[in-house]
C-alpha cells in the first residue's frame, strides 16, 4: 500500500503516500498551516475549522487535518476566503475565551495566543460573551488546574484521556452553546478517575488545563534563611530541560542543570536517579523473594506478576482501575518519595541538620508527582517527605526568572551523599528503563555474571512499541539461587496507560505469564511525561530516548548495586535491601479507589 | 441504591452492554425513574465497563435523557418559531398559573415538571406540547386547561 499520490499546494508539485492528508503534504513543502484541535498523537477531530483551505474545483473550504491528499488535488493555503475563514474562527473563539493574557500561566507559550497574535487581531469583531458564560475553575487537585474560561473545546484532552489513557476522565457534555469539557457529574479533577498524569495538559493548546505550580513556594524557601532547600532532578529533566531554554530536542544538560540549580540558590543539588539506583536494589531483591516464595515455598500468597510501581499515574490508575490487583504492584515507593523519605531521615542524620527545617523539591517530567507527594502514604520521615513538586517546565521557568543564560553556563556535578548515580537510574526516564535496570543487576546478583547483552543494551525492551515482551534465560546460576536454574524470566514493559490496560487485560483473562511488569503512565515513559517541555511529538520522544541512552552509555558505572553512595547508604543505614528500616522508609502500600 | 442496580443490571441483560446499548439503557431508566442520578449513572458505567464522564457526556446531551428529579408528567412546551407566533406565551402563562410552577420547576407533590423545548416537528398546528410522550397541538388556553384538568383528576 505504498502508493503515493500526487498534488499541487500553491503552485508546487508535491507527491505523497496515499492516506496521508493535505496538511501532511503541506508540511512537507515547508507550508505552515495553523491548527488547534489536530495533534499527531491523536485521532483526527476536524472540528475547530482554523486549518481551512481552498480546493480548486470545491465550493466549501476543506478542513487540510483531515481531508485526505488525494491525485490531482489543487490546494491554495493561502487565499483572501481561506484567511477570512481563519480570522473568523479564532476571533469566535475569543469571543467566548476569557483572553487574560496578562495573568494566564500560558502567556507566551499559548498556541491560541501565537495564533492571535499571527492574525494580528486587535479588536472584538464579535460580541464578549465571557461574562454570560458562568465559567468555573477546578483548583482543588494538587496536580493539575481546569479553567472553562480558557477552553476551546478542541477536545485534544478528551482524546488523549480516551485513546491514549484510557481513562476518559474527561468527556464532552452538554451540546451547542453549552458544550462543555466535562469530568463525571462535574466534580473536581481531584475527586475523580483521572491519574494526574498530565497527558492532557502537554496538549492543550491553551491555558485550559496546566500543571499546579509551586512557584513562588520554592522561592520563598530559597530566601528563607532559615530553611536548608534540597533538590533532587528525576533522570528525564536532564534530556528536555533545554528545550525549554532554546536548544535542540535531545541535547543533554546533565552539567548545566545541576549548576543553574546551584545558582538559584538551593542549598543542596542531588539526584532522583540515586534513588532511581536504591529503587532497583529494593525492587530487584523484591522480584526475587517473590519468586522465591513461589517456586520454592510453593506459597499460593504470593503475588506475581509483579508490576512496578514509579510511575504515579500508573498507581492511581490501578488503585481506579484495577483495585483487585494493588498486591501485584511492587511495594516499593517511586524514586521521588524514596528520596524524600530519606532526605528528611538518613541525608539530614549525616549533615546535622534539623530536619524540620528541610525544605525537600523536586524537579520532575510529571505532574502527577505532585499528587503523589502530597499522599498522605508519603510522611514517613515524621513530615511531608517531598514539599514541592515541580515540572520541567516550571524549572525552567525559574532558570529565566533568575536571569541565568542557560546555554553558557558550564557543567557542574551534583552534590554527593544523594548525588551519585549509575546510568541504570538514568535510563529510569525511558520506557523500558526500569527494566533493563532491573535485569542488569537481578542477572547479576543471581548468576555472578553481567547480562548477556552486548554493552549492557537490553534492546528488546527499549523502543517505541506500546507493549515490548522480553525473555531471559536464567541459567549457571550462584549456589544460593539454584532455584532459578533454567528459568526463563518473562518480562513486559507497557507505556500510555492504553498499553497498560491491555497488559492487565490479559493478566486478568490469564493469558499471560510474565513474572515482571514495567508500566509507565506516559507514552515513552517518563521522557514524554506530562510536566515535560512543550510541545512533545512521536519525534521528540524519540530524541529524547536517544539522549537518555546516550547519557547512559557516557556514564563511568552502568549499574545500581554498583553505586558507591548505594553501597554507602545499605552499610551506614538500610542495613540491606528489605530491610525493617527499607521496609519503614521506602516501601508502601495503596488502596482501592472508585472509578468513577 | 440496591432497585437502581437491579434495574441497570436488567437493562443491559436486556439491550446488551456495548456502547450502542447506552442509549436504550439510559431511556430505559429514565421511563422507571423520571430522570438519571449520579448513582444511576455510575452503575451504567460499572456494568458496562466505561468511563463515567462519558456516560454524564452522553446524558447531559440529549434533551429528553434528564438528568434532574423531573414530576410524573414532564410537560415540554414548544418554545420555537412558528408555535411562539402562534401564542405560545399566552399557553405558558396559563400552565404557570394552573400548576403553579414556572419554566424548570417541578410541582411540590412532584407530579408535574415544566419545561420549554425545540420545535417538536407540529409546526403547523401550533402551538404544541409534550406531556410524556403524547403530543397536544393547536393549543389554546381553553384546551391547555382541560388537558392540564385531566391530569390533574387522573393522578
Ligand atoms: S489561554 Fe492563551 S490566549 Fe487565553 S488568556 Fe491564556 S495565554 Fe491568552
Ligand atoms: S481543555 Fe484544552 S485541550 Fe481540552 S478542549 Fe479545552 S482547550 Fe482543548
Ligand atoms: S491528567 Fe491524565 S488521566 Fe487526568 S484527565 Fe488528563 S489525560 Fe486524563
Ligand atoms: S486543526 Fe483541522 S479542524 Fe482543527
Ligand atoms: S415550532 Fe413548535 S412544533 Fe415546530
Given at each position: 500500500?505504498?502508493?503515493?499520490?500526487?498534488?499541487?499546494?500553491?503552485?508546487?508539485?508535491?507527491?505523497?503516500?496515499?492516506?496521508?492528508?493535505?496538511?501532511?503534504?503541506?508540511?512537507?513543502?515547508?507550508?505552515?498551516?495553523?491548527t488547534l484541535c489536530y495533534h499527531?498523537?491523536l485521532?483526527v477531530a476536524g472540528n475547530c475549522r482554523v486549518c481551512?483551505?481552498?480546493?480548486?474545483?470545491?465550493?466549501?473550504?476543506?478542513?487540510?487535518c483531515?481531508?485526505?491528499?488525494?491525485?490531482?488535488?489543487?490546494?491554495?493555503?493561502?487565499?483572501?476566503?481561506?484567511?477570512?475563514?481563519?480570522?473568523?474562527?479564532?476571533?469566535?473563539?475569543?469571543?467566548?475565551?476569557?483572553?487574560?493574557?496578562?495573568?494566564?500561566?500560558?502567556?507566551?507559550?499559548?498556541?491560541?495566543?501565537?495564533?492571535?497574535?499571527?492574525?494580528?487581531?486587535?479588536?472584538?469583531?464579535?460580541?464578549?460573551?465571557?461574562?454570560?458564560?458562568?465559567?468555573?475553575?477546578?483548583?482543588?487537585?494538587?496536580?493539575?488546574?481546569?479553567?472553562?474560561?480558557?477552553?476551546i473545546r478542541c477536545q485534544r484532552?478528551?482524546?488523549?484521556?480516551?485513546?491514549?489513557?484510557?481513562?476518559?476522565?474527561?468527556?464532552?457534555?452538554?451540546?451547542?452553546?453549552?458544550?462543555?469539557?466535562?469530568?463525571?457529574?462535574?466534580?473536581?479533577?481531584?475527586?475523580?478517575?483521572?491519574?494526574?498524569?498530565?497527558?492532557?495538559?502537554?496538549?492543550?493548546p491553551?491555558?485550559?488545563?496546566?500543571?499546579?505550580?509551586?512557584?513562588?513556594?520554592?522561592?520563598?524557601?530559597?530566601?528563607?534563611?532559615?530553611?536548608?532547600?534540597?533538590?533532587?532532578?528525576?533522570?528525564?529533566?536532564?534530556?528536555?530541560?533545554?528545550?525549554?531554554?532554546?536548544?535542540?530536542?535531545?541535547?543533554?544538560?546533565?552539567?548545566?542543570?545541576?549548576?543553574?540549580?546551584?545558582?538559584?540558590?538551593?542549598?543542596?543539588?542531588?539526584?532522583?536517579?540515586?534513588?532511581?539506583?536504591?529503587?532497583?536494589?529494593?525492587?530487584?531483591?523484591?522480584?526475587?523473594?517473590?519468586?522465591?516464595?513461589?517456586?520454592?515455598?510453593?506459597?499460593?500468597?504470593?503475588?506475581?506478576?509483579?508490576?512496578?510501581?514509579?510511575?504515579?499515574?500508573?498507581?492511581?490508575?490501578?488503585?481506579?482501575?484495577?483495585?483487585?490487583?494493588?498486591?501485584?504492584?511492587?511495594?516499593?515507593?517511586?524514586?521521588?518519595?524514596?528520596?524524600?523519605?530519606?532526605?528528611?531521615?538518613?541525608?539530614?542524620?549525616?549533615?546535622?541538620?534539623?530536619?524540620?527545617?528541610?525544605?525537600?523539591?523536586?524537579?520532575?517530567?510529571?505532574?502527577?508527582?505532585?499528587?503523589?507527594?502530597?499522599?498522605?502514604?508519603?510522611?514517613?520521615?515524621?513530615?511531608?517527605?517531598?514539599?514541592?513538586?515541580?515540572?520541567?517546565?516550571?524549572?525552567?521557568?525559574?532558570?529565566?526568572?533568575?536571569?541565568?543564560?542557560?546555554?553558557?553556563?558550564?557543567?557542574?556535578?551534583?552534590?554527593?551523599?544523594?548525588?551519585?548515580?549509575?546510568?541504570?537510574?538514568?535510563?529510569?526516564?525511558?520506557?523500558?528503563?526500569?527494566?533493563?535496570?532491573?535485569?542488569?543487576?537481578?542477572?547479576?546478583?543471581?548468576?555472578?555474571?553481567?547480562?548477556?547483552?552486548?554493552?549492557?543494551?537490553?534492546?528488546?525492551?527499549?523502543?517505541?512499541?506500546?507493549?515490548?515482551?522480553?525473555?531471559?534465560?536464567?541459567?549457571?546460576?550462584?549456589?544460593?539461587?539454584?532455584?532459578?536454574?533454567?528459568?526463563?524470566?518473562?518480562?513486559?514493559?507497557?507505556?500510555?496507560?492504553?498499553?497498560?490496560?491491555?497488559?492487565?487485560?490479559?493478566?486478568?483473562?490469564?493469558?499471560?505469564?510474565?513474572?515482571?511488569?514495567?508500566?509507565?503512565?506516559?507514552?515513552?515513559?517518563?521522557?514524554?511525561?506530562?510536566?515535560?517541555?512543550?510541545?512533545?511529538?512521536?519525534?521528540?520522544?524519540?530524541?529524547?530516548?536517544?539522549?537518555?541512552?546516550?547519557?547512559?552509555?557516557?556514564?563511568?558505572?552502568?549499574?545500581?548495586?554498583?553505586?558507591?553512595?548505594?553501597?554507602?547508604?545499605?552499610?551506614?543505614?538500610?542495613?540491606?535491601?528489605?530491610?525493617?528500616?527499607?521496609?519503614?522508609?521506602?516501601?508502601?502500600?495503596?488502596?482501592?479507589?472508585?472509578?468513577? | 441504591?440496591?432497585?437502581?442496580?437491579?434495574?441497570?443490571?436488567?437493562?443491559?441483560?436486556?439491550?446488551?452492554?456495548?456502547?450502542?446499548?447506552?442509549?436504550?439503557?439510559?431511556?430505559?431508566?429514565?421511563?422507571?425513574?423520571?430522570?438519571?442520578?449520579?448513582?444511576?449513572?455510575?452503575?451504567?458505567?460499572?456494568?458496562?465497563?466505561?468511563?463515567?464522564?462519558?456516560?454524564?457526556?452522553?446524558?447531559?446531551?440529549?434533551?429528553?435523557?434528564?438528568?434532574?428529579?423531573?414530576?410524573?408528567?414532564?410537560?415540554?412546551?414548544?418554545?420555537?418559531?412558528?408555535?411562539?407566533?402562534?401564542?405560545?406565551?399566552?399557553?405558558?402563562?396559563?400552565?404557570?398559573?394552573?400548576?403553579?410552577?414556572?419554566?424548570?420547576?417541578?410541582?411540590?407533590?412532584?407530579?408535574?415538571?415544566?419545561?420549554?423545548?425545540?420545535?417538536?416537528?407540529?409546526?403547523?398546528?401550533?402551538?404544541?406540547?409534550?406531556?410524556?410522550?403524547?403530543?397536544?397541538?393547536?393549543?389554546?388556553?381553553?384546551?391547555?386547561?382541560?388537558?392540564?384538568?385531566?391530569?390533574?383528576?387522573?393522578?
Amino acid at each position: 500500500m505504498a502508493n503515493t499520490v500526487k498534488l499541487n499546494i500553491d503552485g508546487i508539485d508535491v507527491s505523497i503516500d496515499a492516506g496521508k492528508t493535505v496538511l501532511d503534504a503541506a508540511k512537507k513543502l515547508n507550508i505552515h498551516i495553523p491548527t488547534l484541535c489536530y495533534h499527531e498523537d491523536l485521532c483526527v477531530a476536524g472540528n475547530c475549522r482554523v486549518c481551512v483551505v481552498e480546493q480548486e474545483g470545491v465550493k466549501n473550504l476543506v478542513a487540510s487535518c483531515a481531508m485526505p491528499a488525494q491525485d490531482g488535488m489543487v490546494i491554495h493555503t493561502n487565499t483572501h476566503k481561506v484567511r477570512n475563514a481563519r480570522r473568523h474562527v479564532v476571533e469566535l473563539l475569543l469571543s467566548e475565551h476569557n483572553a487574560d493574557c496578562t495573568k494566564c500561566y500560558k502567556n507566551t507559550r499559548c498556541e491560541l495566543q501565537d495564533l492571535a497574535g499571527e492574525m494580528v487581531i486587535n479588536e472584538h469583531m464579535f460580541l464578549d460573551l465571557v461574562p454570560d458564560k458562568n465559567y468555573t475553575i477546578d483548583m482543588l487537585s494538587p496536580a493539575i488546574i481546569k479553567d472553562d474560561s480558557k477552553c476551546i473545546r478542541c477536545q485534544r484532552c478528551v482524546r488523549t484521556c480516551q485513546e491514549l489513557q484510557h481513562v476518559s476522565a474527561l468527556g464532552v457534555a452538554y451540546k451547542g452553546e453549552h458544550m462543555k469539557i466535562s469530568t463525571f457529574f462535574e466534580h473536581s479533577m481531584y475527586d475523580v478517575v483521572c491519574t494526574n498524569c498530565g497527558q492532557c495538559v502537554i496538549r492543550c493548546p491553551t491555558g485550559a488545563l496546566i500543571e499546579k505550580n509551586y512557584l513562588d513556594d520554592v522561592w520563598d524557601a530559597i530566601y528563607d534563611e532559615d530553611k536548608h532547600v534540597v533538590v533532587q532532578t528525576a533522570p528525564a529533566t536532564r534530556i528536555a530541560l533545554g528545550e525549554d531554554l532554546g536548544m535542540e530536542a535531545g541535547s543533554i544538560v546533565t552539567g548545566k542543570m545541576a549548576a543553574a540549580l546551584r545558582r538559584l540558590g538551593f542549598d543542596s543539588v542531588l539526584d532522583t536517579d540515586f534513588t532511581a539506583d536504591l529503587t532497583i536494589m529494593e525492587e530487584g531483591t523484591e522480584l526475587l523473594t517473590r519468586l522465591k516464595r513461589a517456586l520454592v515455598d510453593k506459597d499460593p500468597t504470593v503475588k506475581l506478576p509483579m508490576t512496578t510501581s514509579c510511575s504515579p499515574g500508573w498507581i492511581k490508575f490501578i488503585e481506579h482501575m484495577y483495585p483487585e490487583y494493588l498486591e501485584n504492584v511492587s511495594t516499593c515507593k517511586s524514586p521521588q518519595q524514596m528520596f524524600g523519605a530519606l532526605a528528611k531521615t538518613y541525608y539530614a542524620q549525616k549533615k546535622g541538620i534539623d530536619p524540620s527545617k528541610i525544605v525537600s523539591v523536586s524537579i520532575m517530567p510529571c505532574t502527577a508527582k505532585k499528587f503523589e507527594a502530597n499522599r498522605p502514604e508519603m510522611r514517613d520521615s515524621g513530615f511531608q517527605d517531598v514539599d514541592m513538586g515541580l515540572t520541567t517546565r516550571e524549572l525552567a521557568v525559574m532558570i529565566k526568572q533568575a536571569g541565568i543564560n542557560f546555554k553558557e553556563l558550564p557543567d557542574e556535578k551534583f552534590d554527593n551523599l544523594m548525588g551519585e548515580s549509575s546510568g541504570a537510574g538514568v535510563i529510569f526516564g525511558a520506557t523500558g528503563g526500569v527494566m533493563e535496570a532491573a535485569l542488569r543487576t537481578v542477572y547479576e546478583i543471581v548468576t555472578g555474571r553481567e547480562v548477556p547483552f552486548e554493552n549492557l543494551k537490553i534492546t528488546p525492551v527499549r523502543g517505541m512499541e506500546g507493549v515490548k515482551e522480553a525473555a531471559v534465560k536464567i541459567e549457571n546460576v550462584l549456589p544460593a539461587w539454584s532455584f532459578l536454574e533454567g528459568v526463563e524470566l518473562k518480562t513486559v514493559v507497557a507505556h500510555g496507560l492504553t498499553n497498560a490496560d491491555k497488559v492487565m487485560q490479559a493478566v486478568k483473562n490469564g493469558t499471560a505469564d510474565w513474572h515482571f511488569i514495567e508500566i509507565m503512565a506516559c507514552p515513552g515513559g517518563c521522557l514524554g511525561g506530562g510536566g515535560q517541555p512543550i510541545p512533545t511529538t512521536p519525534e521528540i520522544r524519540k530524541k529524547r530516548a536517544e539522549a537518555i541512552y546516550r547519557e547512559d552509555e557516557g556514564m563511568a558505572i552502568r549499574k545500581s548495586h554498583e553505586n558507591p553512595e548505594i553501597q554507602q547508604i545499605y552499610k551506614e543505614f538500610l542495613g540491606e535491601p528489605l530491610s525493617d528500616k527499607s521496609h519503614w522508609l521506602l516501601h508502601t502500600h495503596y488502596n482501592a479507589r472508585k472509578r468513577v | 441504591m440496591p432497585e437502581i442496580k437491579e434495574l441497570v443490571k436488567g437493562l443491559a441483560d436486556k439491550h446488551g452492554r456495548n456502547r450502542e446499548s447506552l442509549l436504550p439503557i439510559l431511556q430505559g431508566i429514565v421511563t422507571e425513574e423520571r430522570f438519571i442520578s449520579d448513582v444511576a449513572m455510575a452503575e451504567v458505567a460499572k456494568e458496562l465497563d466505561m468511563s463515567a464522564a462519558l456516560v454524564y457526556g452522553t446524558a447531559t446531551f440529549y434533551s429528553f435523557l434528564d438528568t434532574e428529579p423531573r414530576g410524573k408528567y414532564v410537560i415540554r412546551l414548544c418554545k420555537t418559531i412558528t408555535c411562539d407566533m402562534k401564542g405560545k406565551k399566552q399557553i405558558l402563562k396559563t400552565i404557570e398559573d394552573l400548576l403553579k410552577i414556572k419554566v424548570g420547576e417541578t410541582s411540590k407533590d412532584k407530579n408535574f415538571t415544566l419545561l420549554e423545548t425545540n420545535c417538536l416537528g407540529w409546526c403547523h398546528k401550533g402551538p404544541a406540547m409534550l406531556i410524556n410522550d403524547q403530543v397536544f397541538t393547536e393549543l389554546d388556553e381553553d384546551k391547555v386547561t382541560e388537558i392540564i384538568d385531566d391530569y390533574i383528576r387522573n393522578i
